[in-house]
């Protein structure tokens, strides 16, 4: 049987067709219901039972094989009869295809971890599952600090340890805890918090927290590397100004505005008639946290600074509604084709 079978195959592989007439006498021959292949289908019931699974793949590749070559033949003398024409009208204007493009989101993220990488700033990443630890404790944020009360944290569990992070400085202890100094990094990525959903805050959104440790990094540091963002994200002309403020991981803290890039700082509804807009918060990290991460805090410092990307793109494409960039509305989305 098995010896019928590659007979027929070397047949089949030999065969060279003359015309479309030729082809058919040949499907005839071999495909047909009193054909070659339909009689060794019929010879495969008394195929012993320990070889009817390797005669039967033989006997079905057989089949395809001889069909395979039969429409490659009549395919080959229709062209042929044709004039050696195609069947398709070439003529025909193209089927256009809609052009894609990237999230706002992902085009604002990509330019900041851009600028910064030209600074020395490296990627770093970590999971959006955390303990605790490098949540909130190693963060100079005990159990019983202030600071927890302004996130709404979600838990997964009923272990109070295991939570959804509230923000990429996670990232950064997991960085100090591996990495000795001259550390320089930036961590983009999504967090959580559960806070009701409106047009300016969600239960999940998008960060980009920085950090340099080094010896003798100042804060005079820290407004230089946040002066020269600014500007490349929202043009030479942009101007910066510090405001004191509180963060539980820096000492001292601040948090920085930029003049409003649509009036140019005299005044609009988009700053509300201040000339300034609030875009992140920043400060120097607090000696502790560095002895938290194993770091010597006589000999190192560093800053820090946080800032939301939905926060950036709004005030860079003029998005007033912070749902939009959640909803995968085609027509928001498509008015981004043109700057990928």
Not at 69 to 86: A, D, R, W
Not at 173 to 180: D, G, L, Q, R
Not at 269 to 285: R, Y
Not at 306 to 313: C, F, S, V
């Amino acid at each position: 049987m098995k010896n019928k079978i590659e007979e027929l195959l070397n047949e089949i592989e030999a065969f060279a067709a003359e015309s479309s007439e030729s082809v058919e006498e040949f499907r005839i021959k071999i495909l047909s219901k009193k054909g070659k292949v339909t009689e060794l289908f019929a010879e495969f019931k008394s195929v012993a039972p320990e070889m009817r699974k390797e005669v039967g793949e033989m006997l079905n590749e057989l089949k395809n094989k001889a069909q395979e070559k039969v429409n490659v033949l009549k395919e080959k003398f229709k062209y042929k009869e044709e004039g050696g024409k195609s069947s398709l009208d070439l003529t025909l204007p193209a089927e256009l295809v809609a052009m894609g493009s990237r999230h706002p989101l992902s085009i604002v993220r990509n330019q900041i971890v851009d600028i910064f990488s030209r600074i020395g700033f490296t990627i770093s990443d970590g999971p959006e599952i955390e303990d605790d630890w490098h949540n909130f404790t190693a963060l100079n944020t005990p159990a019983d600090h202030p600071a927890r009360d302004m996130q709404d944290t979600f838990y997964l569990s009923e272990n109070p340890d295991i939570v959804l992070r509230t923000q990429t400085s996670s990232v950064q202890v997991h960085v100090m805890e591996n990495t000795k100094p001259p550390i320089r990094t930036i961590s983009p990525g999504r967090v959580y918090r559960n806070e009701a959903i409106s047009a300016r805050a969600h239960c999940q959104f998008h960060q980009v927290e920085g950090l340099y440790i080094d010896k003798g990094v100042s804060f005079a540091d820290l407004k230089q590397a946040l002066l020269y963002f600014s500007k490349e994200m929202f043009g030479e002309e942009t101007k910066i100004r510090l405001r004191p403020s509180f963060f539980p991981f820096t000492e001292i803290s601040a948090e920085m505005d930029i003049s409003c890039p649509f009036c140019k700082g005299n005044g609009c509804n988009i700053c509300k008639g201040a000339g300034w807009v609030e875009i992140l918060g920043c400060g120097l990290v607090d000696p502790a946290v560095l002895e938290n991460c194993k770091i010597d805090s006589k000999i190192y410092s560093g800053f820090a600074f946080g800032m939301g990307i939905e926060r950036i793109t709004m005030l860079k494409y003029q998005v007033k509604d912070l749902r939009l960039f959640f909803e995968n509305d085609l027509r928001f989305l498509k008015q981004f084709n043109a700057v990928i």
